[in-house]
């Protein structure tokens, strides 16, 4: 809504879908969708694990996974700390501004979220495939010097 999608999204559907509309789908979309994204990962987790180690792989794996959900609030809190986005604040008494609304740093908070949305996951699929946990190359065959008969 910071970039006025809902302004578009309401003069396209006569008013229907407005910022409040959008707004309620997101909230009650959010979490169960945030749940069912895990899927794919675990999948690829468990298609990725060494034979021998199934089990075992998946099960570090996914508690990485959870160490990553808690990594996101940490960085939730720390961008939240860097991009500063207020909400004004009226003296209950007074009616009074106490503390005005700050939303000049918004848009460059949501493109931060893309990037690092996007690269984290990246560059740790590209950690684990490029690892010592990917599967050994077999080695060539050792010379035994009767080659040539």
Do not use: C
């Amino acid at each position: 809504m910071f970039y006025g999608f809902h302004h578009w999204t309401a003069a396209r559907t006569g008013g229907v879908v407005d910022a409040r509309f959008i707004a309620l789908i997101d909230t009650a979309l959010e979490s169960p969708l945030g749940q069912i994204a895990m899927i794919p990962m675990l999948a690829w987790i468990a298609n990725s694990a060494p034979e021998r180690l199934k089990a075992t792989y998946f099960a570090v794996m996914a508690a990485f996974t959870n160490l990553a959900l808690s990594l996101s609030q940490l960085g939730t809190k720390y961008l939240n700390q860097i991009f500063t986005v207020t909400r004004e604040v009226r003296n209950a008494s007074t009616g009074a501004v106490e503390i005005p609304a700050d939303y000049s740093e918004l848009g460059a908070l949501f493109i931060t979220v893309a990037i690092v949305g996007l690269a984290m996951p990246m560059a740790a699929i590209f950690f684990v495939k490029r690892s010592l946990l990917a599967e050994p190359k077999p080695e060539p065959a050792a010379a035994t010097g009767f080659e040539r008969y």
